[in-house]
């Protein structure tokens, strides 16, 4: 039998995250004896608590409010995360003196929702919210080819941070208050919403905009959102953040097993399933 390793999601609040399910289907169908679940963590305890955790710990998800200070606390960063500004990932070496490796998978989990819907390409995108997922939205969406990227957040000054990751990235970051309404915002192809689910907009957006668009709302409770009913109702294309969230944990159990983002895990496609399956999600058609 391998050797059983513990793993767990941290964050705040944490008490109805999905990432234990999605980890176990994960590990069971690859034949581990892993053990992950959740913790209730603030901000001032990370360092201390990742600093106390024994060697039969091999990684951690980290969900708001702890990705900038995972960021912090990581000695070694992947390409991904250095460009954001952002770590919900964390690898911990074996040996004494344990080095912690820090990555973000958010981007691979958008990307992954996103083409879940059949997109495959981006020409102008929409990101709703600026806050630290924001910034792995303009990733995802430069990887999906987008050169023209609008940021709608309630302080312009707020969204002045995703500039330099823009700049990193090489594509053009319009920025615009959501106060302002939509006026010559142009063509959007796909909309991407960081706000809470509950949350609405002073401003509705224009119905054309919805009909001819794709919506990831990152928040999945409840679902559908206010902007998924939105989707709905023009029978347009939309995603949870349920799905980003299982395309996301996918990575971070090659990071954890194989110690990889990139590397692919045996029979994965199956696990991928698995995953889905165990949070419901009837995987869409390929």
């Known amino acids: ?6 793993l767990a999601v941290f ?41 106390a955790l024994g060697p039969e710990w091999r990684g951690l998800s980290l969900t708001m409010p702890l990705k900038q200070q995972a960021f912090a606390l990581s000695e070694t960063l992947d390409r991904t995360a250095q460009v954001t ?3 919900n990932t964390l690898r911990l070496d074996d040996a004494s003196g344990r080095r912690i490796q820090g990555f973000n998978t ?19 995108g929409l990101i709703l919210g600026a806050g630290a997922t924001a910034a792995s939205a303009l990733a995802a969406l430069t990887q999906l080819g987008a050169r023209d990227i609008t940021v709608a957040a309630r302080s312009a000054a707020r969204a002045e941070p995703l500039r330099d990751v823009a700049d ?20 959007v192809d796909v909309v991407i919403s960081t706000l809470p689910g509950t949350a609405s907009l002073e401003h509705p957006l224009p119905d054309e905009l919805v009909a001819r668009s794709t919506l990831l709302d990152v928040a999945y409770d409840p679902w559908p959102s206010a ?60």
Do not use: C
């Open 11 to 51: 964050g705040s609040p944490i008490e109805h995250s999905k990432s234990p399910d999605l980890h176990a289907a994960a590990y069971r169908a690859l034949g581990l004896d892993w053990v992950y679940d959740r913790r209730q963590v603030e901000v001032e305890q990370l360092a201390d608590i990742v600093s």
């Open 85 to 87: 500004g952002a770590v």
């Open 227 to 286: 902007l998924g009913q939105r989707w709905a109702a023009q029978g347009s294309r939309a995603a949870s953040g349920l799905d980003m969230l299982v395309h996301q944990a996918l990575i971070q159990v090659r990071i954890f097993v194989l110690g990889d983002p990139l590397a692919v895990l045996p029979d994965e496609p199956a696990i991928l399933e698995s995953m889905f399956a165990a949070v419901g999600i009837v995987r869409p058609a390929a």
């Open 1 to 6: 039998m391998p050797v059983s390793r513990r």
């Open 106 to 124: 958010d981007v691979a989990g958008i990307a992954g929702a996103l083409r879940d819907t059949g997109t495959s390409s981006v020409s102008h």
């Open 168 to 187: 990193n990235l090489g594509v053009a970051l319009h920025v615009r208050e959501l106060s302002s309404g939509w006026a010559g915002l142009g063509d």
